[in-house]
Each structure stands twice: as C-alpha cells, then as structure tokens.
C-alpha cells in the first residue's frame, strides 16, 4: 500500500523553507500529490501558497529543504537538465501572464516552437486545437489586452497544456473571475483531469472552487501546512482554522 | 520510436506517434506518398501503442493533404487508447490567416490627416486642461496631492543636477577646444568667449537640459501614467472624483516649469565654464579677461530668450510625455511603445519650436540680435 502510494507521488515537498532577504516565509513545509489527483493549496491570503507553488517551479530557491518532481530532486538538478523536465510542466499564472505584444496564438505556439521540430503546419493545427478545447479557437488572432479575464485564463491554460504536460501547476485560477466563468473552468480543469490523466496542483483560496475541483488538499497557515487529506477529511478536522475557513470562505 | 510501412494502398503506423516524431512522419510520409493516384488509403493505426495531441495533428493533417489530392483517408483498426484521443484533440485547420489588404494611397494619405487631426485635438484638450488646472492649482490646493510639487521638483530637477552640469561643461569644453583651433588662425582666440557666451545662452544652454529632460523627465511621465492607465489607476482617481491630469499631471508641470530655467542657468554657466579651462589652458587667457569679455557681449535679453526658451521646452516636455503617457492602451508592451515615442516626440518638438523662437528672435529683434 505505502509502496503504492510511493510510486503514485509526482510532487514531494520534505523539509522546504524559504523565504525573501532574512524572512522566512515556509517554514518546514512537507507535502505529497499524487498522480492524477487535483491537489489543492489552500489558505487565507499571505499564508505563502503562491511563494510555495513558485519554489516548486523552482521559481524561487529554498534556505533548505527538498522538493522532487517526478522523484527527481529539483533543488540540485543543473539548468539544462531541469530545462528538460519542464517540459512535462504546465503552469497557468494568476494573471495569465500571456505576452502582450504577439497574438493569442503566437503565445500558445511558444512551446512548440521552442522545444520541438514540429514544422509551421502541425503547429498551427496544434494550437488550433488546444484553444479549441479550451473554446477559445474564436481569438485566434486577438492580443490578449483584446481579451476578457476569463478569456485570458483559458488561452493561458491552452498554453500552459500545449505539451500534453503530465502535472499541471494553477495559481488562483478562479482569481478575478466571476463565479460562472470561475466555474466553467474548474470543469475545463477537471476535463483535462479526466481526458488526458493531467495531475494537478492548484493554489486557491475560492470554497466553491475547491469544492469543485479537489480530491486532497493541503490547507497552509502562516507559512506551514496545518493539515493535508481530502476534502471531506479537512472539513471534519476539527481544526477551528480550516472549519472556520469553509464556513466563512 | 514510430514505424511507418506502406503496402499497396495500406500504410501502417506502429509505435510512438508523440511530438518528437511527427515533424519526420509527415515528411517521410508525404515522401512515399508522392507519386499516389487518386482513390482511397487506409492508414492502420492497429500498431500504434501510444499517441499525443501532436500525432493527432500529424493525422489530421496528413488526410486533409490527400483529400486536397483527391486520395480519401479512411483510418483503421484504431485501438481504444488511439481512438480516445483522436475523439479529444482532432480538430479541423486551423483557419488561414485573414490576408492583410493594402488600402489605396487616398485612404491612407485621408487616414492619416483624420488621425493627426484627432490628436491635435486630444493635445489642445491636453494642453487647456493642464493650464487651466495649472492656474486654478495655484490658488486653490484642493485635487493636488500635497507635497507632490515639492517631490517631483526633486525627481526632475535636483536629480537632474549632476549630469546636466557634466554634459554642459563638456559640451562647453568642446565647443571652446574647437572653435579656438580655428580663431587663432586669425589671432582672435579672445573671441571664444563671445562665441561660447552667445551659443550657450541663447542655444546650447536651454538645448542641452531640455534633451536631457526629455530623455530623463518626458520618459518617466509617460511610462509613469501609461503604467497607472494599464492598471487602471487612472480610472480610480476619476472614480474617487479626482482629475488625473490635476492630480498627476500638475505638480509634475509646475516642478518642470520651476527646475528647468534654473537648471538652464546652471548649464550656461558651467558650459561657460568648461570654455573658460580651454581659454587658460590651451589659449593663454586667464579666467578674468575671459570673464570681462563675456560679460561685454551678454546681454539681459539673451538670457532672456534663453530662459524663455526653457520655460516652452519644459512645457512641450511635460505635456508631449503626458499626451503619450494618457494615450497608452493595452498592456504592458504599450507602455515600453509610448515611452519610447514620448521621447523622439519630445526632442522633435523641442528642436522645431528651438528653430521657430530662432527665428522670432532674429527678425523681432533685427538683425544685430
């Protein structure tokens, strides 16, 4: 069984701190995803979800502490090769963060382009395809400043899954969203769970996303993970925060 | 590792169809395909044990190519897995490129005048607001952030200090070191000092500060309100009822229309300065004869002009950064755009209306001006 559980295990967090200049921000934090599971980060703002998921992208560097993606060590593996194993990596930021200056489309092809001999025509239909799923195939040729929040978001997703990635990352997907934009794509999000086996691990704080979306979560405080199970487990904790949290979130 | 076979009208698949192997498989393929007539292929997909939505595009895009050449695809014996995900990432072509249509001369040269006319309208409107607000600012505080002036008067002008000093008294120096190689042909090396004296105050002076303004100063309120209206902080000053123009524009107005005469002054002095080392050092005229000449051919109405000068360029300054600045759409990348623009524009502008008061100096004044 922990044999199994083991192998399952894409993301493994083990004694991670971290912070900016001399604060720490993470302190001791340990946590596991598995394989084809929605994990959810979750917790009151500036509780450090953001700054973990960003160490687990390898964004930021920890003080100490061990993170394993894939049970490859992230925190040792030399540039090229963690070029390489971020290739089996989406991340859908907060904002998007599409470039502005080219279209919809020349930002979804930048994976491609930069890391495959595709030629110009399978990208093109690659792309094609991925906003489809996404039902963006309309704003093909559009800036992103041309785009709506929700619109933004989901042509960041095509992005982020233009490589069939394994384990996709989401920060605050349902930020700034309205609650059925919000909606529509948790499901896209569980879609892609259920269609193409994505593992997922999603920083939020929005209750009804959560309650759409996760199958174990991870719920932080001030920096550490108060408590790690699935959903039904972490609202029968007992643990006044995490309660408290779903009853008023 | 993909396996591509093609027997009689059959052509099988074998393998890992993923991203690494599409780009060669549609080569390869379209290789053996070359000399097909017309009629109907089977592509076997039975020996296929994984593929990704790369493959799926390498398919799709390989039938829509023989369609194109009257050969009909038809796929056979897809296993499960394969099927799945030809269900989920097939796609019809992506749509071509909506072809860009060059309009006609006429409809360019008219485009253009609507769109100068409309900025020129943007800019008057620009311009009546910063002034009026500008002028009600003096007596009545209210709208302006309070130390604001006192702040931009730091950041656009005792910041500027040091590199308009440098710059003058280079430009002074160089002025002098060359001019002085060829007035002492004539034995009238004493001349540098009018020369120097006249072009600093009248030209280099209010010319050299106002192209560092622009670059320092005009870049900074453009890329400062482009960046507020990207992120819609223009849009909560007006919500809390405050004009963005009073409350951002203006003391950055009245700190340029303050610092750049007196950075001008600063400029003509020390540009006389970097002449005056030449006129001791290379021509042997000490720093008083060179001082009484000086002082002989200047006149209160050049530094006038000079200062009139700089009081109009700071204001082509502030309000082509501001009209830039409030002009940004869009994101990120359009602030970067307008910046850049703010300054060509700026230093443009500045150079026409340096030429224009030229001339309005010269023939107002007669000729001996």
């Known amino acids: 069984m922990e044999r199994e559980r083991e192998m399952r295990e894409i993301v493994r967090v083990r004694g991670l701190h971290a912070g900016y200049d001399e604060e720490e921000i993470l302190h001791d934090i340990s946590l596991t995803a598995l394989a084809g599971d929605v994990t959810v980060i979750l917790g009151a703002s500036g509780c450090g979800k953001t700054t973990l998921l960003k160490h687990l992208i390898r964004l930021y560097v920890p003080s100490r502490g061990s993170i394993e993606l894939f049970g490859r060590e992230i925190t040792t593996m030399d540039e090229p090769e963690f070029d390489e194993l971020l290739q089996q990596v989406g991340v859908l930021f907060q904002n998007g963060a599409l470039l502005n200056s080219i279209s919809v489309a020349e930002n979804v092809a930048i994976p491609l382009e930069q890391h495959t001999t595709l ?73 892609l769970r259920d269609e193409l086996g994505m593992s997922m691990v999603i920083v939020t704080h929005v209750v009804a996303s959560i309650k759409r979306i996760a199958d174990r979560c991870i719920f932080m405080d001030q920096g550490e993970v108060l408590f790690s199970g699935t959903l039904k487990e972490a609202e029968s904790s007992g643990l006044e925060k995490i309660e408290r949290f779903f009853r008023e979130g | 590792m993909l396996r591509i076979v093609l027997t009689g009208d ?278 008083k004869p060179f001082y009484q000449e000086v002082m002989t051919v200047l006149f209160f109405r050049d530094i006038l002009t000079g200062l009139i000068k700089s009081v109009v360029f700071a204001w082509i300054i502030a309000l082509v950064g501001a009209y830039y600045g409030f002009s940004a759409r869009g994101g990120s990348e359009d602030v970067g755009r307008v910046t850049t623009a703010a300054v060509v524009a700026s230093i443009f502008w500045v150079i026409l209306a340096d030429s224009l008061l030229g001339l309005v100096f010269y023939f107002g004044q007669g000729l001996e001006y």
């Open chain 1, 119 to 191: 030629p110009p025509e399978l990208i093109a239909r690659l792309v094609h395809t991925k906003l489809r799923l996404v039902e963006m195939d309309q704003a093909l040729d559009k800036r992103p400043a041309e785009l709506s929040g929700g619109m933004r978001k989901r042509a960041a997703l095509a992005r982020a899954i233009i490589l069939d990635p394994p384990l996709l990352f989401c920060d605050e997907p349902s930020a700034g969203l309205d609650p059925t934009t919000s909606a529509g794509l948790d499901y896209l999000l569980l879609k």
């Open chain 2, 10 to 287: 059959t052509l099988s698949l074998a393998g890992v169809l993923s991203r690494e192997e599409a780009g060669r498989a549609l080569t390869d393929i379209r290789g053996r395909l070359a000399a097909s007539a017309p009629g109907r292929m089977h592509l076997d997909l039975s020996g296929l044990e994984r593929i990704d939505s790369a493959g799926v595009a390498m398919i799709d895009q390989l039938r829509q190519e023989l369609q194109a050449r009257g050969l009909e695809a038809e796929l056979t014996r897809v296993p499960a897995q394969v099927s799945e995900a030809l269900k989920l990432f097939s796609a019809p072509a992506a749509p071509a490129p909506t072809p860009q249509v060059r309009e006609s001369l006429f409809y360019r040269v008219g485009d253009a005048a609507v769109k100068a006319a409309h900025t020129a309208w943007i800019m008057l409107y620009l311009i009546a607001d910063t002034l009026y607000f500008a002028v009600v600012g003096l007596f009545n505080r209210r709208g302006i952030r309070k130390g604001e002036f006192i702040n931009q008067s730091i950041l656009i002008g005792v910041n500027a200090l040091p590199i308009v000093a440098l710059i003058s008294f280079l430009i002074g120096f160089i002025l002098a070191l060359q001019s002085a190689a060829q007035l002492r042909q004539f034995g009238a090396a004493i001349y540098v000092a009018d020369l120097i004296a006249i072009a600093m105050t009248r030209e280099m002076g209010p010319l050299i500060t106002a192209i560092l303004f622009a670059g320092r100063s005009g870049s900074a309120i453009a890329a400062e309100l482009a960046t507020m209206g990207v992120t819609e902080e223009t849009d909560a000053l007006r919500s809390m009822g405050l004009n963005p123009t009073r409350y951002v524009l203006v003391p950055k107005f009245y700190a340029i229309t303050l610092t750049m005469p007196l950075l001008t002054v600063l400029s003509i002095i020390i540009g006389i300065g970097g002449a005056m080392v030449i006129g001791y050092s290379y021509l042997g005229i000490g720093p």
